[in-house]
């Protein structure tokens, strides 16, 4: 009797074990699939999967979202399906970057007031330990500034590891062009503050002076 207990137990066992192996790798082909139909931006496959019980919130072997994946295609109506299923805007990847902190960096202001009526946090940084606001300013896109600079809440003045704030930045690495006087305007009006120097005691004036960024100097003084 133990002896066919025993068996019975092992052929339990090794069913159990089967489908447990089996169901592992369906979901590996589902997750692939997904993956690779927000790649695609087929809007009809993800919204199917999605209603099959795919986890939204499924990621490469780069711990790359697929909210992340859609916001770096620019697929803004992918991304709009991925935060309807409860899509996570914060999750970051490997190397740090989340969908709300690249759209921020890559100025997609749409997508950016969406995370942000979903649930964006403002604790979570970059591999530079910037926030979304520091890359937006860095790389001129003044609509992205503007909202965020107006988000209640927003820390404006935070600075990166690299000593910087986003004003430091609209100033060391932009062009002082129109755009850039247009930020540090937004930033100036939102109350960031003007005189936080970079690791050397340099201050944004004195680097707008350096450059020769007339402009943006008089908006510094004025």
């Not at 937004?186 to 690791?199: Q, V």
Request: hydrophobic share 40%.
């Amino acid at each position: 009797m133990k002896a066919i207990i025993c068996l019975l137990t092992l052929m339990i066992s090794a069913v159990s074990c089967h489908s447990t192996i089996e169901n592992t790798k369906t979901e590996r082909m589902e997750n692939q699939d997904i993956l690779n139909s927000v790649k695609k931006n087929d809007i009809q496959g993800v919204s199917k999967a999605l209603e099959s019980g795919v986890d939204v919130n499924t990621a490469d072997n780069n711990k790359r979202s697929l909210l992340l994946i859609a916001t770096v295609n620019q697929q803004t109506e992918m991304a709009r399906l991925l935060v309807k299923h409860g899509a996570n805007v914060n999750h970051q990847a490997d190397n740090l970057d989340s969908p709300f902190l690249y759209a921020g960096a890559s100025g997609q202001t749409e997508l950016v007031q969406l995370f942000l009526d979903h649930g964006a946090r403002f604790d979570l940084f970059n591999r530079y330990n910037g926030t979304a606001l520091i890359p937006a300013c860095e790389r001129g896109h003044v609509e992205t500034v503007r909202l965020l600079t107006n988000t209640k809440g927003f820390p404006v003045d935070h600075v990166n590891r690299l000593g910087w704030t986003a004003l430091m930045e609209a100033i060391l690495l932009g062009d002082g062009s129109k755009k850039y006087q247009q930020i540090v305007q937004i930033l100036k009006d939102a109350g960031a503050k003007l005189d936080i120097p970079d690791h050397n005691g340099v201050t944004p004036l004195q680097h707008a002076q350096s450059k020769g960024f007339k402009e943006i100097v008089n908006i510094l003084r004025s």
